[in-house]
């Protein structure tokens, strides 16, 4: 069954929240916050899918808070409503041009705010999915370049905010041209789903991300997990791509389809950029095809490790 949509609802009056949590927990996941740091904190640790917002309270006001959500690349697509006792022209144009998508004005209506958030959970949804569809490869299912590029962008800010460790495997099908050229391109996607398959099955955790990078070329990212996980994974998806016994007669390493495979790990605060643990493990994979295809090869990242590949 689809999970419950989440609303977070941000007011420094408890009896509001209160008020706001009878009209909508019977529908919504709800979670409260008195203040607009607390309303930050939860939504930056577990976005949701709206934000009730009240505006004037002390220290951080809603319009700021408003603006802080909007800057921050994992709170910035969350649909927020202005719940206000400011009714006035002014104020409700200020929110919208900060980025609101709705302005609801206290006391409130239960049916007015009920209706309300559901047309905006649904847009949420719809948009949700048109985003999805532009980062999925249409041959693999996986997902592709610019979903991982972004992946790796927040994925690096989280560890490094968190003192986490962050791994990435590049993989690399071997002599994959060769095998297009002797079975045939229609042979040539279908191996490419059956590879693909692995690497979706072997990231089992929620923000573990397996992408097609381009061409025969896969890359995971694994988030929280250190050099020795990485390797154990990496070696597990490769005899598990070998054990699919997809012939390649051509192939010089075995009979069947292998993967070479580079991994690099770090922690985020140790290293100069993530393009860099891409780099690395880029390199990785370099030396695991010279020394002969179908192998593993990893190095962990410190901030004296050369970006040259």
Known sequence: MDRRPGILAIDDTPANLLTLGAMLSGEFDMQMATSGAQGLELARAAPPDLILLDVTMPEMDGYETCQRLKADPLTRDVPIIFVTALAGAEEESRGLELGAVDYITKPLNPVIVRARVRTHITLKKQADQLRAMAFVDGLTGLAN??????????EWRVCRRNGLSLSLIMVDIDYFKIFN?????????????????????????PHDLAARYGGEEFVCLMPGSDLEGAEAKAESM???????????KRS????????????????PEDCMAPEQLLAVADAQLYVSKSAGRNQTRSLELSQDTPTAT
């Open 145 to 154: 370049r610019r979903r991982f590029d972004e992946a790796l962008q927040a």
């Open 181 to 205: 050229d002797t079975y045939g391109h229609q042979a040539g996607d279908v191996c490419l789903q059956a590879v693909a398959e692995v690497l979706r099955r072997g990231m089992g955790r």
């Open 238 to 248: 490769r005899e598990a791509i070998q054990g699919l016994a997809i012939p390649h």
């Open 252 to 267: 010089s390493v075995a009979g069947v389809v292998t993967v070479s495979l580079g991994v690099a790990t770090c922690f």
